[in-house]
């Protein structure tokens, strides 16, 4: 992999308490069960994931997180959650946008999981916010949650001029 030397790396990393309300298992129900409230649950259920100082809330050891200058914890409140790493999914703000802006960063390299939630969500306000966006196509993948997810997410990115590159 070519080392492109970003000068800033910021990692999203899902940081949910046990009784985070997008867990299927708080509600009784399977993960990917239909759900939609206000705050942002939705439009499924999850399988429990990343749960606050858990293994699965670690990052991969492949990702290289000694390298991250930031780390933004989000989905933390147990009824709300956070698909993007700017704003929750109530709206808000989580400060990445202004912490960007105030270190003269103005175009981001994108990648994750999952390209048809988190990073979808994350491109979405990153283009709201001003930032040119580049999607890292080969280190992305989506969940397909729904039929069609990953199609309509590609063909968002294609509407919004976001660019699709490989690292
Ligand atoms: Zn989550």
Redesign the pocket.
Known sequence: MRDPAYRLILAGQ?W?PPS?M?FAVNHGKDPFTPYDNDAGIGPVL?PA??QQGSHGAEFHPDVESYRFNYIVR??THPEV???SVFKENNGADLGTASLLKALSIAELDICGLALDY?LKYSVHDALEAGFKVNVVLNATKGVEARSGDVRETLDGFAKARVELIER
Do not use: I, N, V
């Open positions: 899902d949910h985070h997008s999850w994931h990343c989000k989905g959650d956070s698909y988190c």
